[in-house]
């Protein structure tokens, strides 16, 4: 395989509720990355999206957003893997290039995901058949494994607030975030309202609007280019569909599979990871990801965030520009909101959230209750990881 | 690029409505198709469909069905492009094995579409605020396409209905094909309900269930397996999203670039292939789909079926073995039938429809009025293309 890097990025601030459309997002995202990267054109375009045959009543929106942004010619196609649709459409672009297919692609997410319906179309990430009818959706099945991680563990109830905690105040510093206004304490987090028990409001990341993008280079191409990121691992896991069917619901073996998988690819351990871009939808995801990808012990993760190891500065600084759960969450542009950011901390542009001396960064997305993950590993230009 | 072959295929009957739900289906036709190759896992799943977020509530198809094919870990994305979502399945196999990401992988198609509502779904292909608000789906823009053709290039009424006759015609001796009854004259098409003038019953493909897939293998994989096709080329175009923007809408520009690239990609010209599975889903676009990709000239493609040059034994036999018109058109399964029966013919296999010496074969795949094209063109094990 050819090595990749990331040549530019693109981010929209996340809305609460954008004026804009679909396809105005779609294409000024995919400007902006290749204004990023000093280009006026790609080989590919590879869209990540998950709920525009819904909210837009749009099945074709990887062509539409070439066509928007005046690249109709080009190879277009939206991939998909529930809320992982981003990182998916990252990993494709990654194939490509690597493959010699295109010297280089963009990997876009744009997601407006409407007033109201969000929740049941959500849904539609689980078994149409066997979950969804019995009354289970995302909430309830991140609360019941939220819950019985509290139970096994003897969590002490602020564990898991924390993590909220730690990604509103990094959001704060982050112009593309949502909630930028104001810091939260474990006392708030833990007097949140209830939503779905033990799940409340602050341990959610919220319903929102983005778009984001990266360009993707193989290393000989653009060699004057000196700001670029090279993707040391791209992977995709699966896990058992249903929860129920899982040996251990809290082990998210996808995410560990994942996981080991892009650090056999890049070469390297958890411990060689500067800062960890986690999939943080729910704060239980967050504590289950550092597990599963091999920054805590089982029924350790919690710790992490207790010892302040998971802040900027610490040993494994987390949701560093906020995260799903205060930078938001606009579902297919997710991956490459984090991709952005991990590219922004390893140039060292990550302004007052800087992590020092960051080389490695690694992201994790996940589509349904941790049922497809894909993990990808992005190290410094000049790093000594950068073969 | 690592050179990529077709190791095996699996097929399921084209039905009008089946029993099986759409993870049973995905499970079954991956399951032939590894049996098909030999194997028993494969390095990724990569899954086209279109419908199953309206039709079943479910948007997370790939996870699902690997999960039912007893593949839970293996990598597994759904890849989209509206009605070409199968070809974009096979394209995406195509760069993963071609990149050595994986050795193998699974390009699979299944499409359950539902008793109603097939038509407004399929329109969510168009643009949902400029074409489809205003009463166009892709029946009426078809129509207007093909009004266009007929007039302008003065065709004979019975022009198109040859392209019908000789796919009803194939279809007969397939035995995954949904009609297999009968023929028809070109007197019952010219005849049959007007369904949006021009357009009559017998210049559409119907509306069905089905599911198909292939598996890919690197060159070096699988050596002891002589049953093998060669993928010469995978390309994917776009045109301008909507037709109203395009400068010549007779001219599938998408279909044209697409071929241009696969033959580019292949080394070889129209001239050097033996049979065209093209996307049939309206006779119109099998005629302008031959003009397109090098087959006739500009205005010209219907004189190659009033000759008799696209049947079994003329020179580019087209839909030999049903097409989208006759075999049955499940959208996001159609392009795996596609390559599953040019593999048949490549490999010898197609029975009473074997196209003599037949070495070459070319499909494409479209999504919307052209807007993507998809194009694939495959080589005899031992050919002269063989390299």
Redesign the interface.
Known sequence: ?RPVDIVGIGQLPVQKETDW?L?QMGAQVVRLALANAGLHTAG?LYLGN?LS??I?????V???I???AC????????????MASGA?AL??AY??V????VDTAIAAGVEIMGQDGGSS?LA??????RE?PYGLNMLTQNALVMRDYLDCQQVPAEALALFAVNAHENARNNPNALFRERQFTVEEALHSRLIAPPIRLLDCSPICDGAAAVVLASADTLRKHRRRVRVLA?????????LA?RADPLAL??AF?SAQRAYQQAGIGPEDVDLFEAHDAFTIMACLSLEAAGFAARGQGWRLAASGDICIGGRIPLSTMGGLKARGHPIGATALYQASEIFLQLNGEAGPNQVPGAGIGLMQSI??VA??VITHILARNGSRRWF
Chains 1, 2 share one sequence.
């Open positions: 395989m459309n396809r590919a998950m045959d819904d837009q009543g749009q099945k074709h990887a062509a539409l070439a066509d928007e690249l109709s010619g080009i190879e277009a196609l939206q991939i998909r893997a529930a998916a990993h494709t194939l490509a690597a493959s010699g297919a179309n539609k990430a689980l078994d149409a058949e969804v791209s992977s995709v896991a699966t896990d058992r569909f249903r069917d073996h996808g599979l589509g349904g049922t497809t």
